[in-house]
Nanobody
């Protein structure tokens, strides 16, 4: 049983910052990659950022230059630093980990007020 636990969401004003954390536990050898997705009300879940072995990162165009993903795949941990937040960043943010299949956390709410 693989479990991903997120923390760090909350309410922040536009221009503010948050830091999300995700730790994986359970029957894990090593994930291929970890990352963050988000889903706003009425919208599809979308990729925010991913990190793979060798610290290779990938970002959605909408967050490049504002969000930074970091972590240690070997330790099953991933973080997301969210800076210069905008109201359109409001969503439930989900931690994702891939090891042949995708695993998902329960989600953490990020709300950005204007």
């Amino acid at each position: 049983q693989v479990r991903l636990v997120e923390s760090g969401g909350g309410l922040v004003q536009a221009g503010g910052s948050l830091r999300l954390s995700c730790v994986g536990s359970g029957n894990i050898f090593r994930f291929n990659s970890m990352g963050w997705y988000r889903q706003a009300p009425g919208s599809r879940r979308e990729l925010v950022a991913t990190i793979a072995s060798g610290s290779r990162t990938n970002y959605a165009d909408s967050v490049k230059g504002r969000f930074t993903i970091s972590g240690d795949i070997a330790k099953n941990t991933v973080y997301l630093q969210l800076n210069s937040l905008k109201p359109e960043d409001t969503a439930v943010y989900y931690c994702n980990a891939n090891l042949l299949i995708d695993y998902w956390g329960q989600g953490t709410q990020v709300t950005v007020s204007s």
